[in-house]
């Protein structure tokens, strides 16, 4: 929302000391505007031309669809592995983001704090497919063996069911990748939220005789809960839409419950390994899976708005 | 001075006087964990740094949170183990950090070099990476053009960018009112979250539509590029914006000077360091975008300076293609290296920018004399 | 449940800075204490010794004794918790937890101890608490309101009843009243005064008149410019100190005629 920073224009000009408006001042706050509006443009236009190349998808006859069954039976699996790697790596990734910005905010060292908030940081800006690389090439070699493990030993889950894939490439490996990748955005958000707890709700923990965990259950915790969520949210949003990490280290294939064997794919993953190569109808059916994908992640995002301004009497913000 | 005399401290029944655990119990627990961790280690299926870390980490979970319950109480072992977790997540973290930054470092700087900074890939077969590795043909192929590629494209995408991005900040922050700039906040924020492989559909799909089906060029990557980066500008402009205190502008209507001229003349210099720093990380954000550029610039193995007709290779694009779809099936190490040598190039590149981002805010902070 | 205070000789450091040297002071249970002196002469950082607050800020130590019933609260194996516990504290702004009913911020201390609390318990400590801080005819009803939504003078009264519903043997507050408006202030010095029945209370005001009405013994903290360290000057009954202090400085800052 736009906060009134400058009493509004047409309050001003309500008593022009000159007949004649300033032309520099229309054009300027005409370009500005039309600036903005280009954006909705843009946007209107994002959601014109996929539902335009999108439609043939759902008017053309379900056999000549990628599987021959129809657009739903083709786009439920990679559904399925959009969410469950954005899930694993959202299982993953909350509590260490969490205990990484608690240790930043209220356990590290005051000095030391900075320099490891400006470490997270640098997590955030290595590019996707540097991920992906390191992914497929040194952590898929390093986890194969606890996938093994956990084919053998947990094998009767259903998401556990072996023989685990002896290269790595499975979807926990590609979870993980999205984890390591998710993780600062989370770390980030809730570090801020964590620093600006008033020290006047951290002392009255304390002097109720607090300990220093009571204290962050007490005051922090409760006083970072919006940021937390949004910040996850932003997190299984990044998660969801993330391409390379998962077209590079997942060895793709049908649907399967196991995380631990290939197979599976996501609808990002499926668009980037397929589309370059692409033609006619299977380039429609690929840009309705990229639709569906954004409406999954602007429901994601939605939620987290949703959230946040819930509950706002309890917020502190007063 | 009224001075009582103290009486004598320390009576022996004491409420205050906690049970409480020497002080440096916790250190002593964590080398004694780390020894018990590494016989374990060596017991269980023989010595490795992950399973030996795992070990300690336990013991030293278990031992320090039970000693602290049965001596001190429940809640101070509480407070202990929370600390002993979050010190661990922390720790855990460092993990893919390090191991990224090295392996990148490690495998990158075998290939890196001048030569492969300024040569493309023309020409260059699985063959010659074949003779490389027996050893008898120099290793050859670099990423010139994919650099040139990146370039031009990063620029493309900042020129579409910037303007639109820093104008709209401008309209929210100083014009905006009602419907039409809720709307465009709104509609911002629902930009942050487009993924990116969307943003390079929909420029492929417009790009099918005007120019026909299947054109891909360096530019179809630009305007996929800003879809990404436009809200990012908008939002760190915005912000930029919003800190300037008004005082200043009211200081300039007083004088008599015209919105647009306070706004060009007076609020926009006063952010523009933040402004400008904001722009970078931008620029950094896209300039490792892979997704969008794979469905819209294509890959090629020449140098394209035109980014307005042909296939042209980025950066992202390049490494990608390099890691999947080495030039020789039997022998792909030489394009592995290739990966990693352009790997390396792109995140130093986002490094630098970071930096740059940095001492932009620094040194163009406004000077506040003090 | 009220217990005496004793400090010998305290020194309090930020870092290498002395802010307040050689505090030695007995404080008696069942009685209000004030402290005054002019800004920045120690005695917010002093009171905040006497329940070990002080080491939130970073760098800050002490070097001396605070004997609680003759406990040091500095002894070796005392952990700064428990003292908490038995000196409870009230800020200079009231700090209700935001994110807690009215109900939740008063059993906020009890729940840390005692996680197993029977409803009728809690019940019991609530009101007990809130009708000790004079504040249970005026929120009875809205019991799971959040604590934020009341006036600033109820707010404080609710920091109180927070302090004592753990049943502290002493109660710091930190100029209480500096942030409510003179009806509120009222309200807090009539429960100062119904309060020192069962707690040991020291407060820190700025308000001369506030420290003539409620206090029993009243210590005056000076400084002799910046960058020296605050000292406690004089201590003596709230009378004696108000009209016939024995130092030429306390005269001359409880008349007005202060620098």
């Known amino acids: ?318 | ?370 | 449940m009220s217990k005496r205070i004793d400090v010998g000789d305290l020194n309090v450091y930020y870092g290498s800075f002395l802010a307040v040297e050689g505090v030695s002071m007995a404080i008696e249970p069942r009685s209000v204490t004030a402290f005054i002196g002019p800004s920045g002469c120690g005695k917010s950082t002093f009171i905040r010794t006497l329940n070990r607050m002080h080491e939130v800020i970073p760098g800050a130590r002490v070097q001396g004794k605070v004997l609680l019933d003759g406990e040091d609260l500095y002894g070796s194996n005392v952990d700064p918790v428990t003292v908490r516990r038995q000196v409870g504290m009230v800020f200079q702004r009231p700090n209700p937890f935001p994110t807690m009913s009215i109900r939740d911020n008063v059993l906020a201390g009890m729940k840390l101890n005692s996680s197993r609390m029977s409803r009728n318990q809690a019940n019991e400590i609530v009101e007990r608490s809130l009708q000790g801080a004079n504040l249970w005819n005026e929120v009875k009803d809205r019991l799971d309101k959040p604590g934020s939504g009341l006036s600033g003078g109820q707010q404080q009264r609710l920091c109180i009843a927070r302090a004592i519903a753990i049943q502290p043997d002493v109660l710091l507050m930190d100029e209480p009243c500096s942030a409510l408006d003179p009806i509120s202030t009222l309200a807090i010095e009539d429960l100062i005064g119904e309060l020192k029945q069962n707690y040991t209370i020291v407060i820190v005001t700025h308000n001369m008149q506030q420290a003539a009405r409620v206090s029993d013994r009243t210590a005056f903290f000076n400084i002799a410019g910046t960058g020296k360290p605050g000292k406690l000057i004089e201590m003596d009954d709230t009378t004696k100190i108000f009209t016939n202090p024995s130092v030429k400085a306390t005269e001359d800052y409880v008349s007005g005629r202060f620098g």
Request: glycine share 8%; proline share 6%.
């Open chain 2, 1 to 370: 001075m009224s001075i009582d005399t103290l009486p004598p401290a320390g009576p022996a029944s004491s409420s205050l006087a906690h049970n409480q655990l020497p002080r440096y119990t916790t250190q002593i627990v964590l080398v004694a964990s780390l020894a018990v961790g590494a016989g374990l280690s060596a017991v269980f299926g023989g010595f490795s740094p992950i399973r030996f870390a795992v070990l300690s980490t336990l013991v030293f979970l278990i031992v320090n949170t039970t000693l602290s319950a049965v001596v001190e109480g429940r809640r101070k072992a509480v407070d202990k183990l929370v600390t002993a977790l979050v010190y661990t997540a922390f720790g855990i973290a460092l993990v893919p950090l390090i191991s990224v930054i090295w392996s990148v470092l490690d495998n990158g700087l075998e290939r890196f070099s001048l030569d492969f900074l300024q040569t493309s890939m023309r020409n260059v077969t699985g063959l010659n990476d074949q003779q490389a590795l027996e050893g008898a043909a120099p290793f050859i192929g670099g990423a010139y053009h994919a650099i040139v590629g990146t370039f031009l494209i990063t620029a493309l995408a900042s020129v579409i960018s910037v303007p639109i991005g820093l104008l709209t900040s401008i309209y929210l922050v100083e014009y905006g009112r009602g419907r039409l700039a809720r709307a465009i906040t709104f509609f911002v924020d629902v930009m942050t979250g487009i993924p990116s492989i969307v943003a390079g559909l929909f420029a492929a799909a417009l790009f099918a539509v005007l120019f026909g089906v299947g054109t891909r060029n360096g530019f179809a990557g630009a305007v996929a590029l800003s879809v990404l980066m436009i809200p990012v500008v908008v939002r760190s402009s915005e912000e930029m914006l919003r800190i300037v205190p008004n005082e200043l502008r009211e200081a300039a209507y007083a004088l008599g000077v015209p919105k647009w001229r306070t706004i060009v003349r007076v609020v926009v210099p006063t952010a523009i360091s933040g402004i400008a720093s904001g722009v970078t990380l931008a620029i950094a954000r896209v300039v490792g975008e892979t997704a969008p550029l794979i469905v819209t610039a294509g890959f090629t193995s020449s140098i394209n300076t035109n980014p307005f007709s042909d296939w042209m290779m980025s950066l992202p694009a390049y490494v990608y293609s390099q890691a999947m779809r080495p030039l020789s099936g039997s022998s792909p190490q030489p394009s592995f290296d290739r990966a990693w040598a352009a790997a390396l190039t792109l995140i130093l590149i986002v490094m630098v920018l970071n930096l740059v981002a940095r001492l932009i805010a620094r040194l163009f902070a406004p000077k506040t004399g003090r």
């Open chain 1, 1 to 318: 929302m736009t906060t009134t920073a400058t009493p509004p224009p047409t309050e001003r000009r309500s008593a022009p000391p000159r007949a004649k408006a300033r032309p520099g001042d229309r054009i300027f706050s005409r370009s500005a505007q039309v600036a903005g509006i280009l954006i909705l443009i843009i946007l209107a236009g994002v959601a014109a031309f996929l539902v335009r190349e999108a439609l043939p998808t759902f008017t053309a006859d379900p056999s000549e669809i990628d599987g021959g069954e129809g657009f739903l039976s083709y786009v439920w699996p990679l559904v399925f592995g959009t969410v469950a790697a954005a899930l694993i790596a959202l299982v993953v990734a909350t509590p260490l983001a969490l205990g990484i910005a608690l240790f930043i905010s209220h356990f590290a060292p005051r000095r030391l704090a900075q320099g490891l908030g400006y470490v997270v940081d640098l997590l955030a800006a290595i590019p996707s497919v540097v991920f992906g690389l390191w992914g497929i090439q040194w952590l898929a070699p390093q986890v194969q063996p606890a996938w093994a493990w956990l084919a053998d030993n947990l094998g009767f889950i259903p998401l556990f069911t072996g023989p685990a894939s002896a290269t790595g490439r499975t979807m926990m490996t590609a979870g993980l990748v999205l984890a390591v990748m998710i993780l600062p955005i989370i770390t980030a958000i809730s570090r801020e939220v964590f620093l600006q707890t008033p020290t006047l709700h951290e002392e009255a923990a304390l002097a109720l005789g607090a300990t220093r965990w009571e204290m962050i259950r007490m005051a922090v915790l409760p006083f970072g809960r919006p940021g937390i969520i949004s910040g996850i949210m932003l997190g299984l949003g990044r998660a969801l839409g993330e391409t390379m990490a998962v077209a590079m280290v997942l060895s793709t294939g049908g649907f399967t419950w196991s995380m631990l064997t290939s197979g599976n794919n996501t609808i990002a993953a499926e668009i980037a390994l397929d589309f370059p190569e692409s033609s006619g109808l299977k380039t429609n059916t690929l840009i309705a899976a990229g639709l569906v994908l954004f409406v999954i992640t602007l429901a994601v995002n939605m939620f987290a708005r949703w959230i946040v301004s819930r509950r706002s009497e309890f917020s502190g913000a007063n």
